[in-house]
């Protein structure tokens, strides 16, 4: 089974400072991954997602994030965070089959100081 | 478009009470799914449906039952809360179970079993 792992369980940063939240996964074929977003009080939103092809992905909010396979990663990345970007962020991973079978890491929560 | 809504947002419970947790989306969407999320432990699957008749388990299913009877609707049903059922629960959907296509999340509910 597909597993996913976020080392970081909380990361402070100061606004205008660039961001790497790390991601690591463990599944042996390429997997579909996956970034989202929890602001406080909110549901989920998609950041971005991986599916094949470029391996560096962009995505919405000025957020990007790169699959390296040799690593098995996909640390999503920010070259300037916003006081707006304090959130909980969930690296999600899955095989083929559907959304039935997406795992979810454990989340990092990012805050930004001024 | 309202796109996935939850009631209630916040519920407190006694320990044996059954309760519904209410789930709509008006985007026509085929899949449907709830989650709970427990603080170090990301998002699991309790159940999930991918049409109007049709249901199946996801990882953590004991405790909870679902129905979905028509498109828009998919209740989560507590049976008799336990203490161990404290968590915020999300209901989301897509248009299929496909990964390609992008799901949403409701805000979510935070229950609490006293």
């Known amino acids: 089974a597909q597993s996913v792992t976020q080392p970081d369980i909380h990361i402070t940063v100061s606004e205008g400072a660039s961001l790497e939240l790390r991601c690591n996964y463990s599944y042996g074929a390429t997997p579909y991954l996956f970034w989202y977003v929890q602001s406080p009080g909110q549901g989920l939103q998609l950041l971005l997602k991986?599916?094949?092809?470029?391996?560096l992905v962009q995505g919405i909010k000025g957020f990007e994030a790169e699959f390296k396979r040799s690593q098995s990663s996909f640390n999503l990345r920010k070259p300037s965070v916003h006081w707006s970007d304090a959130a909980e962020y969930f690296c999600a991973v899955a095989v083929s089959g559907g959304y039935q079978k997406v795992t979810f890491g454990t989340g990092t929560k990012l805050q930004v100081i001024p | 478009n309202a796109g996935v809504t939850q009631t209630p947002k916040f519920q407190v419970l006694k320990t044996g009470q059954s309760m519904t947790l209410q789930c709509a989306q008006d985007?026509?969407?085929?899949?449907m799914s709830w989650y709970r999320q427990d603080p170090g432990m990301g998002l699991r699957l309790i159940h999930y449906?991918?049409?109007?008749?049709?249901?199946d388990q996801g990882e953590v299913p004991n405790g909870y039952n679902v129905s979905r009877s028509t498109t828009e609707d998919f209740p989560l049903r507590l049976l008799s809360a336990a203490p161990s059922q404290t968590s915020v629960y999300f209901c989301?959907?897509?248009?299929?179970?496909?990964?390609?296509?992008?799901?949403?999340f409701g805000q979510g509910t935070r229950l609490t079993v006293v």
């Open positions: 991986y599916f094949s092809g470029d391996t």
């Open positions: 989301a959907s897509s248009y299929s179970r496909q990964l390609n296509t992008e799901a949403f």
């Open positions: 449906s991918v049409g109007a008749g049709i249901t």
């Open positions: 985007m026509n969407h085929e899949y």
